[in-house]
């Protein structure tokens, strides 16, 4: 029988079988009724063909982003609870008493005791519970899954979601590079006074805020990296981050070098994304150095793209399943000026965490415009009696157009939420090199496994 891998970003996070997600839709239409629910491929009597196989594949495909999009159904408990049962199942992780690490940005590491099974909400309210972080500051924070590099760096991969279950997450990736990270999730500085009010919330950015300046993550000059020193010597944490809030980059996540075809083809890039920007700092091909930021409200919309190129440079060998690589694309279209949008992209492997730091702007920016108050809402969304469509109504999702390129191979359209969900089969003789989907994004993607050939 044809399972489907679903991945988060690339990595695998469980196995469902089609009866599993007959089941999952009937349990949707059982609570939510007929007429919410989108349509399900139906049950066939006999051995499915080649191209049957390939129809239910799309239309599985449709119907897994069309109940992941939908503002009511896609944030429901039932539909994140079936998929945090099948990763734990996939992984085959008994629920028991556990001790799992998270890291703070000042070094330090928490050890909580959990259940396997606890989903990242109820392990952030550990991690609260344990450092004594007041409890309406807890949706101030969320974790972050990090990759650590030789050299102490850092690669954030992505946000922990509430559809997973953080300690399966980190131990199925068995490699000790890999931490969880208590960090803010806000990106609006306004609300540092709100966390700092607090004791343990003043130590947690203080310490994420001396990490960033350590990291070179804020732009600091001799003169204030003097001042700064003096601030932290003196124990005076407020003044150090009221400073910081002044300088470059502040609150900002930074990525690792990648590429960019602005202002031309082939520029070398490091971008940070932060302040309702994304910063680039560019190395042009005859070696002089620009720097420059694109506003989210100057964006027209965006997309993440994917596709499998060679792993051997220079080549035009098609790919196979051991000698291919996962290329990802962020394009957005931008308002250069009055009447002229241009297209920018960004290859990195990081695209996917660019877009929904973006996303995350856009939401703050559009609460605030419509005179709501981001305290309450992450609030709310901590209690869990936020639904999707509370930002949904706000936020209009970016137009879908066509790919800025005419020859790239693939492109993913985006939802509001950036959950755009895709299914791809391929046959089991090659199953066990896990291949990673040409079209994984948003939060999940989907391909198919199974006995016969596709």
């Known amino acids: 029988q044809l399972a489907y891998n679903i991945h988060v970003n690339g990595v695998l996070h469980c196995r469902v079988r089609y009866s599993q997600l007959l089941g999952l839709h009937e349990q949707i239409k059982k609570e939510y009724g007929s007429n919410v629910v989108p349509s399900f491929p139906p049950k066939k009597i006999f051995t499915l063909t080649p191209a049957e196989v390939e129809q239910r594949r799309e239309q599985l495909e449709k119907y897994m982003q069309a109940v992941r999009q939908h503002p009511l159904l896609g944030s429901s408990d039932l539909f994140n609870s079936f998929l945090r049962k099948a990763q734990q199942d996939t992984q085959h992780v008994p629920t028991e008493e556990v001790t799992l690490d998270i890291w703070l940005s000042s070094g330090q590491k928490v050890t909580v005791n959990i259940l396997t099974s606890d989903q990242t909400e109820d392990v952030l309210d550990v991690v609260a519970t344990k450092l004594d972080l007041p409890d309406y500051l807890v949706g101030y924070f969320s974790l972050f899954l990090v990759r650590e590099g030789v050299d102490g760096s850092l690669t954030f991969v992505r946000k922990l979601q509430e559809f997973e279950l953080p300690y399966v997450s980190i131990t199925s990736l068995q490699n000790s590079e890999f931490h969880i990270v208590l960090r803010k999730s806000y990106w609006d500085m306004a609300y540092d006074a709100d966390v700092m009010d607090s004791r343990v919330g003043l130590n947690l950015l203080y310490g994420q805020t001396v990490s960033d300046v350590e990291r070179g993550w804020i732009l600091v000059n001799k003169d204030q990296h ?14 150090f981050i009221h400073l910081c809030q002044t300088l470059k980059y ?6 690792d070098p990648c590429v960019t075809d602005f202002p031309e083809k082939d520029c070398q890039v490091i971008v940070s994304a932060g302040n309702n920007e994304l910063n680039f700092h560019v190395k042009l091909p005859n070696e002089q150095m620009k720097e420059g930021s694109f506003k989210v409200t100057r964006m027209r919309c965006w997309r993440v793209t994917s596709s499998q190129v060679p ?22 279209e931008y308002l250069m000026s009055k009447d002229r949008l241009q297209w920018v992209t960004i290859t990195s492997q990081q695209a996917i965490m660019m877009s929904i730091c973006l996303q995350a702007m856009v939401d703050e920016l559009m609460v605030k415009k419509s005179g709501g108050s981001i305290k309450k809402l992450l609030k709310k969304r901590h209690n869990g009696s936020i639904h999707r469509s509370d930002s949904q109504q706000a936020v209009k999702s970016p137009p879908l157009l066509d790919s800025p390129d005419p020859n790239r191979d693939q492109t993913i359209k985006l939802s509001t939420k950036l959950n755009s969900v895709s299914l791809r089969g391929i046959s089991a003789s090659n199953s066990a090199n896990d291949i990673s989907s040409d079209d994984f994004h948003g939060n999940y993607a989907f391909e198919g496994i199974g006995d016969d050939d596709l």
């Open 226 to 239: 003097r001042q700064l020193k003096s601030l932290q010597e003196k124990g005076s944490k407020k003044e």
């Open 250 to 255: 502040y609150g900002n996540v930074k990525f």
């Open 311 to 332: 792993i051997s440079n220079g080549t035009n060998t098609p790919c196979s399943s051991s000698k291919c690589e996962v290329k990802l694309e962020l394009s957005f």
